[in-house]
């Protein structure tokens, strides 16, 4: 049974033997930079995406190995009928996503949330201009940081022709 830990900036799929011979693939290590958004997939079937690739196949039992896809390819080690752990990368990285059996995906998942990065949990940071309207504190330069509404005058526009000609505006 495969096990996700985090080494150092690394996070590493430690698969069994067995799972290595049916993955036809040694254990998995992708840099902690490359996470995107962990999260626990309670429909197995649901993980899979691409096209069978190099590893075993069984429909409907076990599905191990390299998935190709389009934009990259997913690594998977799943069997049927239990929560899976899906890590999605960011480009650059090995893989697009990481698809794994584990024993425990809740405990597992709680270990890479504070890897997350912050916008990609829903949690937005707020720009200092919006920090510094809500906050009605000063901005350094003498000015309280609230705006003042813009006015302006009417002026003559003009505006062109098709032909590059301009004409005054009526």
Request: hydrophobic share 35%.
């Amino acid at each position: 049974m495969a096990r996700v830990v985090v080494e150092g900036a690394d996070i590493v799929v430690r698969l069994s033997w067995w799972e290595k011979a049916m993955a036809r693939h040694r254990d998995v290590r992708v840099p902690v930079t490359a996470l995107r958004l962990p999260r626990v997939e309670p429909d197995w079937w649901r993980a899979l995406r691409g096209e069978r690739g190099r590893g075993t196949w069984i429909p409907g039992r076990l599905y191990a190995g390299v998935r190709p896809l389009q934009e990259g390819r997913d690594f998977v080690s799943i069997r049927e009928g239990r929560p899976v752990l899906c890590v999605e990368l960011r480009r650059g990285a090995p893989y697009s996503r990481l698809a794994v059996f584990v024993p425990d995906p809740e405990e597992a998942l709680g270990a890479l949330l504070p890897l997350t990065p912050r916008d990609r949990l829903g949690v937005k940071r707020p720009n200092a201009s919006a920090a510094r309207d809500r906050s009605g504190g000063s901005t350094g330069d003498g000015t309280t940081g609230a705006r003042s509404p813009v006015t302006t005058k009417p002026s003559a526009r003009r505006s062109s022709t098709r032909s590059g000609r301009e004409r005054p505006d009526e």
